[in-house]
């Protein structure tokens, strides 16, 4: 089992910046990625970002890539997202998600993720 806390999230004007750090405290040894998937009001769930934990090489959806940005810190097992440049449309529930299949580590389908957190709230307003 993985187990998932997301912080951060909150309101930010368009143009700001916000931070989303996720912790995976207790065993992370056999997990193979690590991202975000997100769900903005009145739609389904969808992939944001995953990170591979061995190696770190991330990959990201279309309408983030240059935006955010993820690093992980192995020994205190957490993965952090900065989000710049932040646009209205990016206010949704943002969810941190973590697979143990090698697989999972460059598809760019939610559905591919085993373990979420609680999600976290993220509001950029206009």
């Known amino acids: 089992q993985v187990q998932l806390v997301e912080s951060g999230g909150g309101l930010v004007q368009a143009g700001g910046s916000l931070r989303l750090p996720c912790a995976a405290p207790?065993?992370?040894?056999?997990?193979?990625?690590m991202g975000w998937v997100r769900q903005a009001p009145r739609k389904g769930r969808g992939f944001v970002a995953g990170?591979?934990?061995?190696?770190?090489?991330?990959t990201y959806a279309k309408s983030v890539k240059g935006r955010f940005t993820n690093s992980k810190d192995n020994a205190r097992n957490t993965l952090s997202q900065q989000m710049n440049s932040l646009k209205p449309e990016d206010t949704a529930v943002y969810y941190c998600a973590a697979d143990l299949r090698r697989t999972t580590a460059t598809s760019t389908s939610e559905r591919e993720y085993s373990y979420w957190g609680q999600g976290t709230q993220v509001t950029v307003s206009s």
């Open positions: 207790g065993r992370t040894g056999s997990m193979a990625v």
């Open positions: 990170i591979r934990w061995i190696g770190g090489i991330g």
